[in-house]
T-cell receptor, first 109, second 113 residues
Framework: DAKTTQPNSMESNEEEPVHLPCNHS???????IHWYRQLPSQGPEYVIH???SNVNNRMASLAIAEDRKSSTLILHRATLRDAAVYYC??????????FGTGTRLKVLA | EAGVAQSPRYKIIEKRQSVAFWCNPI?????LYWYQQILGQGPKLLIQ????????DSQLPKDRFSAERLKGVDSTLKIQPAKLEDSAVYLC???????????FGQGTRLTVV
């Protein structure tokens, strides 16, 4: 399974954009890039996923590098409710989601 | 749409006792996952089902953990006997086959004393 590397923690001010990076240098051509987040005392929830092109949804944007060896999750205006652990995952061919330690995002009021 | 249901939400048992967790996935979801999440760590995949067949159980400690998914719907995860290090949140998730999102339940918090 392809591995991902994320910073342990990041901080952001409320209502400012946040860029959460993920390195996945061993990604294969067919690996999708998924992002999940886990709010305190909750199960993880899906945020966004993509293959090659940048993706947008109501929660976030996903920017994928041209060589696909890194990606960035973008929260356009962070709120206090976005404080969570964010996981970058490359599911295997059997749709197996392996979580690392993720990035703990702290949002400052 | 109803989400993934898990019960109980909390459980406290003594070491060497047995315990079972139940999961009802979202209707129509063929894939079901059980994860163990120890405090401060990311979720660890224990077992993955596709319908009622096991896809991956390589991280399931089979000497004490067992899981089944009867009729490809509900699933139970059992620990027998429990150890102190089994204290964790046990998460169930389900998904439709393919590269789409997995939906997680709120989990069962197990404390072994």
């Amino acid at each position: 399974d392809a591995k991902t590397t994320q910073p342990n923690s990041m901080e952001s001010n409320e209502e400012e954009p946040v860029h959460l990076p993920c390195n996945h240098s061993t990604i294969s051509g067919t690996d999708y890039i998924h992002w999940y987040r886990q709010l305190p005392s909750q199960g993880p929830e899906y945020v966004i996923h993509g293959l090659t092109s940048n993706v947008n949804n109501r929660m976030a944007s996903l920017a994928i590098a041209e060589d696909r060896k890194s990606s960035t999750l973008i929260l356009h205006r962070a709120t206090l409710r976005d404080a969570a652990v964010y996981y970058c995952i490359l599911p295997s061919g059997t749709y197996k989601y392996i979580f690392g330690t993720g990035t703990r995002l702290k949002v400052l009021a | 749409e109803a989400g993934v249901a898990q019960s109980p939400r909390y459980k406290i048992i003594e070491k060497r006792q047995s315990v079972a967790f139940w999961c009802n996935p979202i209707s129509g979801h063929a894939t079901l996952y059980w994860y163990q999440q120890i405090l401060g760590q990311g979720p660890k995949l224990l077992i993955q089902f596709q319908n009622n067949g096991v896809v991956d159980d390589s991280q399931l400690p089979k000497d004490r953990f067992s899981a089944e998914r009867l009729k490809g719907v509900d699933s139970t995860l059992k620990i027998q006997p429990a150890k102190l290090e089994d204290s964790a949140v046990y998460l169930c998730a389900s998904g439709i086959q393919g590269y789409t999102e997995a939906f997680f339940g709120q989990g069962t918090r197990l404390t072994v004393v």
